[in-house]
């Protein structure tokens, strides 16, 4: 009796398993059918969303220049780009030939070093050998400029202002070594000194750095003009109270020269033992207050005034310089620090999601050819 009960008891617990397993497998199939329906749907319409998960119009879209790769130039985007334009602005933006172009501009400038410490005869075999690494550096250095045009041709090339001056730079070198009997060829062949300053367009910490200096330029001019004026009025009063002795006409026997001394008063060069001390032990004591006036004031206080305020400008301009490539900095923000509170890491890290949310709906590959579609037919319109 017991053994035919636990029978019963089995086979039905058998037929209850069956019919779950029937029941989830055609939950699985119409899951299956619904997610097959949802992908067909895709590709007619756009499989972008902004930050609350609603599908995103064309002004929530990010900019076009965020949303295609970098080699994505402006021509190939309205199909006009020459024959071959991405392979050669590809390769030329490759890490290995800006490497190999700023080796070249290094060897190049310790070449011209050499030559200047040489000093070689003209006609003479040293001249000679100078003269044919002059012709191999110059080659190169056209054909990376033609690689460069090629590459960003046309109005991406003449936007940058680095691209000008090694356009420059390279008709300089060129001329200077065709030209020979050009009338101030030899103020020309100066300029290809400058050729090292190429290094800041190919090396990013350099190029850090001077676009920080020249941010800061603006902040130093109006402490730079103070500057001059009280030096002005210190060679002004020097003129008047020296001008007429003929022991110090080298240092104030006009308002140039007496501009002159103070300027290396101000930088501390020997100002005491060549120009101060003979002057305050023949003419008189009272004129300690002439010079130690003007230390005070132009060498000690407005010199840290314009070191302070520049370095203040450089480095706000080095922060607000994106390290590295403009969507990286935005994933990953470096704002953190031991003293952050919850609620502001958990902000960043919203901000992060979404962001991160929009990049790979980017990188569908429907999103992004409706992505394309949509902005080249608001450029047609």
Not at 173 to 186: R, V, Y
Not at 214 to 226: C, E, N
Not at 255 to 261: H, N, P, S, V, Y
Not at 364 to 380: E, F
Request: charged share 20%; with cysteine; glycine share 6%.
């Amino acid at each position: 009796m017991v053994l035919a009960s636990a029978v019963a008891v089995s086979a039905q617990r058998e037929k209850q398993r069956k019919e779950n397993e029937r029941h989830g497998h055609g939950q699985v199939s119409r899951k299956k059918s619904d997610a097959q329906r949802d992908l067909q749907r895709k590709p007619s319409r756009l499989s972008l969303e902004n930050d609350h998960g609603s599908p995103a119009n064309a002004d929530d879209l990010p900019p076009i220049k965020d949303a295609l790769p970098d080699n994505f130039t402006l021509l190939q985007r309205k199909g006009r780009s020459l024959p071959y334009q991405k392979l050669v602005h590809d390769n030329y933006e490759r890490n290995s030939i800006k490497l190999f172009v700023a080796l070249l501009i290094a060897a190049n400038f310790v070449v011209s070093a050499v030559e200047a410490q040489m000093l070689p005869v003209k006609g003479s075999s040293a001249a000679r050998i100078f003269g044919v690494i002059e012709v191999f550096f110059n080659t190169v250095f056209v054909i990376e400029l033609l690689g460069n045009m090629y590459g960003n041709f046309f109005l991406a090339f003449w936007r940058s202002s680095w691209n000008i001056f090694d356009f420059i730079i390279v008709v300089i070198s060129i001329t200077s070594m065709i030209a020979t009997n050009l009338p101030g060829i030899t103020v020309l062949r100066l300029f290809r000194a400058f050729r090292v300053f190429r290094l800041f367009k190919r090396i990013r910490c350099l190029q850090q750095i001077m676009i920080g200096i020249s941010h800061s330029i603006p902040g130093v001019r109006d402490a730079m003009v103070v500057l001059g004026m009280i030096t002005a009025i210190w060679a002004i009063i020097g003129v008047n109270f020296f001008g007429d002795k003929a022991e110090y006409k080298d240092f104030y026997g006009n308002f140039g020269k007496a501009m002159l001394t103070h300027l290396q008063i101000m930088t501390l060069d020997s100002w005491a033992s060549q120009i101060a001390r003979p002057i305050i032990f023949k003419e008189g004591a009272q004129y300690i207050i002439f010079f130690v006036s003007y230390i005070l004031i132009n060498g000690v206080i407005m010199m840290n005034i314009v070191v302070a305020i520049l370095l203040d400008s450089f480095i706000t301009a080095i922060k607000s310089i994106p390290d590295g490539d403009e969507n990286e900095s935005e994933m990953c923000p470096d704002t953190w620090t031991w003293d952050s509170g919850e609620e502001e890491i958990f902000l960043e890290l919203d901000e992060m999601t979404s962001k991160t949310k929009r990049l790979v709906n980017l990188l569908s590959a429907d999103g992004h050819k409706s992505l394309i579609n949509l902005r080249r037919a608001q450029l047609h319109n």
